[in-house]
């Protein structure tokens, strides 16, 4: 009778991105006649023996760059590429668009950023009381002298094919690094990406795990949708809500009122917590057409008992609009920025509060 096989370890323990031999450079060719078009323009004529694919050394960065900004943003999903095997051939299992490969060849940092992964903090405060109740977590990376952003890190992430393991780590390290900085009534908000999630049961062990290791009251955590536009279908996100929550924690969604997150997810999912979209309150005035808007998204919210953060405060007046139309939270700059310390509300918004 053979050995049972041994499970291969999920890929969200991957510690560093798959390698990839830069040596063999790229095959690359248009999916559509227009790409096709633009391939031609910067590398015209056959290749190796014909064909419509062309063949790039890795090193011509200006020649891939070059292509991927003529095609522009409508047609960029339309150059694809893949490696050179050994043989000199295209391999066939690893096609992916043109700018990812492209992105991946320009970020060479990636694999070191993710040994020094560090958080900015940026408050949620409770408009009844001014209180500052709890910290978003958002990655960063030193590099250069400058900080990396999470928008900068997501991207290569997914460009060197690590997308599950970098969400996964960013997970676990905000648990053991923001925890310790909150106060016992705090609550730290995680971001996570639910298109990575294949499995609940097995994917967010290692996120459980860290809580464990770091004494984090599980109460304390929320646990907040992002990257919605990817959202997976709706029983597999209510599968990962659930099991969040059956561990203790709440869940948030993100950019309600921004189209992708809609009203149907908010009424099938039930979360603890929702963010309106930051477009909704960006410079909004007491005649904005979007007062209704926001107005009756958090009344509906509020009828499925669900609390609302109103996200990109950036003024007083504002800040006082959206207390006005009943929203339970805000979080921004008039409040606070995204700082390596949790830093108290700031003064020209404490004073909303000082007389109460």
Not at 146 to 175: N, P, T, V, Y
Request: proline share 8%; net charge negative.
């Amino acid at each position: 009778m053979p050995a049972p096989i041994s499970p291969l370890p999920c890929d969200c323990l991957a510690t560093s991105p798959p390698a990839w031999n830069e040596s063999g450079g790229l095959w690359v060719w248009g999916s559509t006649a227009h790409a096709q078009r633009v391939l031609n323009r910067v590398a015209p004529g056959p290749q190796q023996g014909g064909g419509d694919a062309r063949h790039f050394p890795a090193s011509a960065h200006s020649e891939l760059r070059a292509l991927v900004d003529l095609a522009g943003p409508s047609a960029q999903a339309e150059l694809l590429a893949t490696p050179a095997l050994p043989s000199g051939q295209p391999d066939p299992w690893a096609v992916r668009p043109l700018a990812v490969w492209l992105n991946r060849l320009e970020t060479p940092w990636y694999a070191d950023a993710l040994k020094t992964l560090t958080f900015d903090l940026q408050p949620i405060v409770a408009l009844s009381t001014g209180a500052v109740t709890g910290y978003e977590a958002l990655v960063r990376a030193p590099h250069r002298g400058q900080r990396l952003s999470a928008s900068e890190l997501l991207r290569a992430a997914e460009s060197h094919g690590h997308l599950r393991a970098f969400d996964a780590l960013a997970r676990r390290e905000a648990i053991r690094q923001a925890t310790p900085q909150l106060t016992q009534d705090q609550q730290l908000f995680i971001n996570f990406a639910p298109g990575v999630v294949y499995n609940p049961d097995v994917c967010l062990q290692t996120t459980f795990a860290a809580c464990r290791e770091a004494g984090a009251d599980f109460g304390r955590l929320v646990f907040e949708v992002t990257e919605s536009e990817q959202f997976p279908d709706l029983d597999m996100l209510r599968r990962i809500l659930t099991r969040y929550r059956t561990e203790g924690a709440r869940v948030a969604l993100d950019d309600l009122g921004a189209g992708h997150t809609s009203l149907t997810y908010l009424a099938a999912l039930r979360p603890d917590i929702v963010k309106l979209d930051r477009d909704l309150s960006a410079n909004l005035h007491g005649n904005d057409p979007r007062v209704d808007l926001v107005a009756a998204l958090i009344r509906y919210a509020h009828e499925l008992e669900i609390e609302v953060v109103a996200e990109g405060i950036e003024t007083v007046d504002v800040l006082k609009l959206v207390t006005a139309l009943g929203a339970d939270y805000a979080q921004g700059y008039v409040l606070g920025r995204p700082a390596p310390e949790p830093l108290p509300l700031r003064a020209e918004a404490a004073v909303l509060w000082a007389s109460t």
